[in-house]
């Protein structure tokens, strides 16, 4: 055949029906995925975090943030140190106050960004990766995280630990929702993360496997107060 339109009308002539001149799509509605109030998104979202392996939690304040990390990491001394723990540089304020109350030293990704080697290896050695989040999803508990020259995905994907600050009021109630943000903006990022839960790999025998192409551990706090 030497075109599309040879080909369907040679169909249309096998199939003994006349050759069609318009296609009309489909009209397919699904039911949406819909709660009612921001409360019950962020308490759905962080259910089913939970249920994927994840820990969370809501904070109104950084200490209560704060409380939180040192119930999760304990007295990780090793982490005060600066090669430890990269952050994206445009973190949210608390998630800075944190930082500073635990006493943790990080390193900005933006000091290493375009570096290469330099820049696996050492994010490689990082224990701690930190970043915010552009949006969540409660009805997947997923975290949606948008690239950019001061948003490395390495910091997400590379150290075993991911800790993400999100604000309560950027969860929505599925994923059509956010495609319809993301589809709005101007200068669409590089790259856009979807996390749901620690790394899973699986084989054709079904052994399920953590953390070998990801982090190992996840944890996320809901900002309530934003």
Known sequence: MSNHQEFIEHLARKLGRPTPESVRPPEVKLPLYR???QEERIDKFLSIWEALGGKGIKAATSEEAAHALA???GDQSEWASS?????????PVMARKCLDSMGWLSRSYSELAGQGTELA??????ELGITGADYGIA???????RSSAKRGRAVSLVPPRHLAFIS??????SL???MEKLGQTVHPPAAIELISGPSRTSDIE???SIGVHGPIEVYVIVMTDH
């Open 35 to 37: 709660l009612k109030s």
């Open 71 to 73: 119930e999760w990491f």
């Open 83 to 91: 090669q430890a723990i990269y952050a994206w540089s445009d973190l």
């Open 121 to 126: 290896a050492a994010i490689g050695q990082a």
């Open 139 to 145: 009805q997947s508990g997923t975290l949606v995280l």
């Open 168 to 173: 309560g009021s950027v969860i929505l109630d």
């Open 176 to 178: 059509d929702q956010v």
């Open 206 to 208: 079904m052994d399920l």
